[in-house]
T-cell receptor, first 119, second 114 residues
Framework: AQKITQTQPGMFVQEKEAVTLDCTYD???????LFWYKQPSSGEMIFLIYQGSYDEQNATEGRYSLNFQKARKSANLVISASQLGDSAMYFCAMRGPAYSGAGSYQLTFGKGTKLSVIP | DVKVTQSSRYLVKRTGEKVFLECVQDMDHENMFWYRQDPGLGLRLIYF???????EKGDIPEGYSVSREKKERFSLILESASTNQTSMYLCASNSGHYPNSPLHFGNGTRLTVT
């Protein structure tokens, strides 16, 4: 079974500072993928960044980067130059194995980290 | 632009009622999912479907069923609503062709069962 652990229920960061949100995972699969989502107070789930298990480079998307350490089974999200609009819940998720080769990949989610950006 | 639409934003039902939550996607995605979100528990998978008329149980299927008669529509059914099914329900879809295809979510339905 796959498991995602986010150990920080809540975090604070000063505006314009960088912040790291922790995510560790457990899987016996060799091929997997890791996703980060943002959920503002409005409730929508916004996809931020993806890292594949065979990707040699850490993924980056604008101010978001993923610090992927495969041996430690961690996939931490780094947000640089925090903005007030970054205040939200952040979820780490792992892609499961394909179901019966049908191409259906489930995502298992962690419990989330609530980030608050302080002006 | 990619769109997943859930029919209701807020819903209030009584215990024992049969409840239908509807979800439609316009991206021709093969896969559709229903998650439940509760504070402190994250998102938990209820059911998913990888093709029309195909369905598979997720982690917490008890008390729920689903229906997928058309590719674009995936319905979640609470046969007899109970107060412990009060929650936020999120529908999502993604492509079955690409392993790194992210889930696209609807805006959620907040269901209250009294």
């Amino acid at each position: 079974a796959q498991k995602i652990t986010q150990t920080q229920p809540g975090m604070f960061v000063q505006e314009k500072e960088a912040v790291t949100l922790d995510c560790t995972y457990d899987t016996s699969d060799q091929s997997y993928g890791l996703f980060w989502y943002k959920q503002p107070s409005s409730g929508e789930m916004i996809f931020l960044i993806y890292q594949g298990s065979y990707d040699e480079q850490n993924a980056t998307e604008g101010r978001y980067s993923l610090n992927f350490q495969k041996a430690r089974k961690s996939a931490n999200l780094v947000i640089s130059a925090s903005q007030l609009g970054d205040s939200a819940m952040y979820f780490c998720a792992m892609r499961g194995p394909a179901y019966s080769g049908a191409g259906s990949y489930q995502l298992t989610f962690g419990k989330g980290t609530k980030l608050s950006v302080i002006p | 632009d990619v769109k997943v639409t859930q029919s209701s934003r807020y819903l209030v039902k009584r215990t024992g009622e049969k409840v239908f939550l509807e979800c439609v996607q316009d991206m021709d995605h093969e896969n559709m999912f229903w998650y439940r979100q509760d504070p402190g528990l994250g998102l938990r998978l209820i059911y998913f479907s990888y093709d029309v008329k195909m369905k598979e149980k997720g982690d917490i299927p008890e008390g729920y069923s689903v229906s997928r008669e058309k590719k674009e529509r995936f319905s979640l059914i609470l046969e007899s609503a109970s107060t412990n099914q009060t929650s936020m329900y999120l529908c999502a879809s993604n492509s079955g062709h690409y392993p790194n295809s992210p889930l696209h979510f609807g805006n959620g339905t907040r269901l209250t069962v009294t």
